[in-house]
């Protein structure tokens, strides 16, 4: 099995393989809890999925910029030619924010090597600088001292894209994050579900490191000492609500309707928990 949405990742199976440890623990889970089976429309494929549908009511807070844990760590994957083409059309503002073209010059790089290197590269750098001089994901930037954004999602929200070229700009696990999608080796099928107390065992995030799907981890004194304004108590809402637009565009409508009418059937979700506020993927910061 393998880590879905890792497929692409520039380390390759060292971070994309399940181990057979985990395949055990995710299987035998799947078993044992209810599950909705539906379609997922990825990147234009069709694909089966298996829904860990109640995890979706599991509460979550993706306020980013209240948070300094770094989720941008590393290049998730091989940038898509879409990506490319988006920051090459946006280089004056991609570099003003991450400064990466700038410090390639900076280390006696030719422009047109850049820029070579933008459309060829797997990390959009070249190979030498990555996690050296460009330290953690190439498109991540700080708007200030403290948070972590992303470049692709910021130019977005600059240019007053829709949350679909939010989608689509960005690599998908980003905009996932921390969604877990498991496959099978021939991805006939996928797993999905989200990283809590009983799936943390075989996901590739660790829950209990992840303020925003723990809400009391976000209320710790360990927390709060990094991050002193933490994430408001109040906005923690169920996942489906928190990532409503972000599932519809990434896995597609037929996908977000049958998790949500599943989760109003079995009384994880109430209809009048459906005022959202403003979407977590809309916010922009001022200092952005």
């Known amino acids: 099995m393998n880590y879905f949405l890792f497929l692409n990742h520039p380390k390759g199976e060292d971070v994309y393989k399940v181990s057979h440890q985990r395949e055990e623990m995710l299987r035998e889970y799947f078993k044992r809890v209810d599950v909705l089976e539906t379609e997922v429309f990825i990147r234009g494929e069709k694909y089966k999925a298996i829904v860990d549908y109640s995890s979706f009511s599991n509460l979550a807070n993706f306020d980013c910029f209240k948070c300094q844990d770094p989720c941008c760590a590393d290049n998730p994957m091989v940038y898509e030619k879409q990506t490319r083409e988006f920051i090459l059309e946006n280089l004056e503002s991609y570099n003003k924010k991450t400064k990466n073209i700038d410090i390639l010059l900076e280390n006696g790089y030719a422009f047109e090597d850049i820029i070579k290197s933008i459309e060829c590269d797997d990390c959009l750098v070249p190979d030498e600088r990555v996690e050296e001089e460009i330290s953690l994901c190439s498109c991540s930037f700080k708007p200030n001292n403290e948070s972590m954004l992303c470049s692709i999602h910021s130019i977005c929200l600059d240019k007053k894209l829709g949350i679909d070229a939010i989608v689509d700009k ?70 489906i609500m928190a990532y409503g637009d972000t599932l519809k565009y990434s896995l597609g409508e037929k996908f977000y309707t049958d998790v949500l009418k599943r989760l109003l059937e079995k009384e994880l979700l109430f209809l009048d928990e459906l005022e959202i506020k403003e979407k977590q993927i809309l916010k922009k910061q001022k200092s952005s």
Not at 179 to 200: A, C, G, K, M, Q
Not at 207 to 216: A, Q, S
């Open 170 to 239: 960005k690599p998908l696990v980003c905009s996932l994050w921390p969604i877990d999608i498991i496959s099978e080796e021939d991805n006939s099928v996928l797993y999905i579900t989200v990283p809590d107390d009983f799936t943390t065992g075989f996901t590739i995030e660790d829950y209990y490191d992840t303020p925003c799907i723990n809400k009391e981890l976000s209320l710790s004194a360990t927390f709060r000492r990094k991050n002193p304004i933490g994430f408001l108590e109040n906005e923690y809402v169920p996942l």
